[in-house]
């Protein structure tokens, strides 16, 4: 038996490295999946949306400047700390999704193995992607990929961890930096892994986490003028087309929700990275 009392913990925004309240000084509770009580959450708002991009725009030149091999090692870290603390996001997706023991294991464990897939993959785009072109003239002619910018990343609702690795470590790998918002019934992976990225390599604003409602932040994050380009894939359904809309008033880059919750299991392929990167071309004259 014991006389201490419980520890509540009411999680934070991630913002620019830092874990900072709402500034509307909103939260809400998260339930497991039977409905028992598990934390408070912070509610964004719009404020705290905005807050997010200009710390992820202040964050994208050192992030995008940074080798690419430098990243796929800051990517790595994550992985590492990640698996340090595998039990603690094995009890949350158990908890927020309702899945067993054995169930939430596989899940966490392709989560971690998911960001050293992407890890891998930060020096081979430029190879991968990239080309020498036939050029009718005494020149060199050279496309590389380059990073679109900020990304703002709607996570999905259901998969709380594994999908919201598989949305935001290719927006990384590609060089871009990410404003998300997380799933709103389920964020309590996300809390962590905001924790996770605070004691890894990964530099502040780099990601920034917003819990709340993608409903409510959503038009805002698509209209924002300093936002380079928006991933649907947890819009509300009711809401995608709207937001596809607000974000071609400033020509941004759109990745489309699917039809249907993907299998994020499934092979991910280079579709998530391709989505965000725009490619460069340049001439060079030979020399004599």
């Known amino acids: 038996m014991t006389d201490r009392l419980a520890v509540r913990k009411t999680s934070k925004l991630y913002l620019g490295g830092a874990f900072p309240r709402s500034e509307s000084g909103r939260t809400y509770p998260v339930t497991d999946a039977r409905g028992a009580f598990l934390a408070n959450a912070a509610q964004a708002s719009r404020k705290d949306a905005r807050d997010a991009v200009v710390a992820a725009r202040a964050a994208f030149a050192t992030w995008s400047g940074a ?15 990640m698996e340090g603390r595998h039990a603690q996001f094995c009890e949350e997706v158990a908890a927020g999704e309702g899945l067993s023991a054995g169930r939430a294991r596989a899940v966490v464990d392709a989560a971690v193995d998911r960001w050293v897939w992407y890890a891998g993959w930060t020096d081979k785009l430029a190879a991968v992607l990239g080309s020498a072109n036939p050029v009718a003239g005494p020149f060199f002619g050279f496309s590389t990929p380059e990073p679109t910018g900020v990304v703002a990343v709607l996570a999905p609702q259901r998969s709380s961890l594994l999908g919201l690795v598989s949305v935001l470590a290719p927006v990384l790998a590609a060089g871009n930096t990410a ?5 709103r019934d389920r964020p309590l992976p996300a809390v962590t892994l905001g924790e996770v990225l605070a004691t890894s390599d990964v530099p502040g604003g780099v ?21 380079d380009a928006v991933d649907l894939t947890g819009a509300p359904p009711t809401h995608a087309l709207e937001l596809e809309r607000l974000a071609a008033g400033s020509i941004k880059r759109v990745l489309r929700p699917p ?8 092979d991910p392929g280079l579709t998530r990275m391709t989505a965000f ?12």
């Open 67 to 81: 080798t690419a091999y430098n990243r796929g090692q800051v990517l790595y870290r994550v992985a590492e700390v």
């Open 179 to 183: 404003v998300v918002v997380t799933s």
């Open 207 to 227: 990601v920034d986490l917003l819990t709340g409602d993608a409903a409510e932040l959503g038009p805002w994050l698509a209209e924002h003028d300093d936002v």
């Open 259 to 266: 039809a249907e919750e993907p299998d994020w299991t499934a």
């Open 277 to 288: 990167l725009e490619t460069k071309t340049v001439w060079h004259p030979k020399g004599v």
